[in-house]
């Protein structure tokens, strides 16, 4: 396992062990073997620079990013030198065997990546991933010894909003995976709270609305582990850019941002490190 996950998920800032922020982007079906040079060196460059680090592995922070899958054996090798980690946007469910056009873990694992989405929106309905298919997915990196961290994706549509079922369902999100694992299987995880009417549609949760349900998930683990939930790092995504990342990012619960289109552009990725640079250091 590679210094900065390891760094991560003991939770070991350099000088205590409030938990870290991760700026994870997810860059969805985008990009290319250039867009991944040029996005990977860039945002090191930036990120180094805005932290006044010579020594690279000091950052106060961390940084994921999640290009699709013919990339991500040249981002871990972009990425290595720089201590920015590497994740895949799904996995398979099962270890091997005849699944035409699915990648397995230990695959994922081989070629160096950290991390996987687990359970994002886009997978839940477009390809109709199941809450049980989410669970399986999420255990199978259990199972694996979480050596690739599942990031699971939680979060209600607008309709759900609406009719005020946002906890009900984050909450019904998270107990099919917690019965499938049980808590102790999030002991090596990240969760990301999308909610899907803010993703993709410049439309952002006020950082209340965000602060409410991160508050609420991690209410929700303490009452099964309390170390557990004090430590898993809880990302908000859905519209975050540069210009709304430290209103999000201040909240107590709030530990980093999942990013799609902002993730694409080295100015507003490495803006948003900047942001997580700048507010790591009021949380040790
Ligand atoms: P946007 O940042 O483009 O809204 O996407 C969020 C997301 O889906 C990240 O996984």
Redesign the pocket.
Known sequence: MRYANIRAHLNLSKEGLMRRFLVAG?WKMHGSSEMTADLISGVARRAFDAASLSEKRALAYDILVCPPAPFLVQAVHDADAQYISVGAQNVSQYDSGAYTGEVSLAMLAEVGCEYVLIG?SERREIFGESDQVIAQKFAACVGFGSEVIPLL?IGETLSQRKSGDTEKVVAAQLDAVLNEVGIEGFAKAVIAY?PVW???TGETASPEQAQEVHAFIRNKLRGLDKPIAEKIQILY????KPANAEELFAQEDIDGG?????SLKVDSFAGICEVAQRLSHDRV
């Open positions: 997810n994002h994706c999308e803010a993703i993709g995504g859905g519209s975050v999942l990013i799609g289109g902002a």
